[in-house]
């Protein structure tokens, strides 16, 4: 049974930081690509960043390029995001997804891509 459990999502003021994390367990974590999520009210779920766990190469929507960091500690068998200078467009209930063994995937960014999710961590952000 694959679960994905996120944390430290929280309120902060605009400007501030935040640092997700994501425990993995029941699976070989490193044969898998994994990623971050966000969803608003009324909106689709986004992409927002992901990572290549095998060889750690990221991707991430031009939105939150420069700004948030997605890395990953193996041996640990856990998913970060640091997300610094927040903006009010970045709330929302954040989400790990972690695709599986078998799939291969070519757009880092889509939920379809995704096999597993976890429960989510809302993120706040006040202006």
């Known amino acids: 049974q694959v679960q994905l459990v996120e944390s430290g999502g929280g309120s902060v003021q605009a400007g501030g930081s935040l640092r997700l994390s994501c425990v993995a367990s029941g699976y070989t974590y490193s044969s898998n690509s994994m990623a971050w999520f966000r969803q608003a009210p009324g909106k689709e779920r986004e992409g927002v960043a992901a990572i290549f766990v095998a060889n750690g190469n990221s991707y991430y929507t031009d939105s939150v390029k420069g700004r948030f960091t997605i890395s990953q500690d193996s041996a640990k068998n856990t998913l970060f995001l640091q997300m610094n200078s927040l903006k009010p467009e970045d709330a929302g209930m954040y989400y790990c997804?972690?695709?599986?063994?078998?799939?291969?995937?070519?757009?880092?960014?889509?939920?379809?891509?995704?096999?597993?999710w976890g429960q989510g961590t809302q993120v706040t952000i006040s202006s």
């Open positions: 997804a972690s695709a599986g063994v078998q799939r291969r995937v070519l757009r880092f960014l889509s939920p379809r891509e995704y096999d597993y």
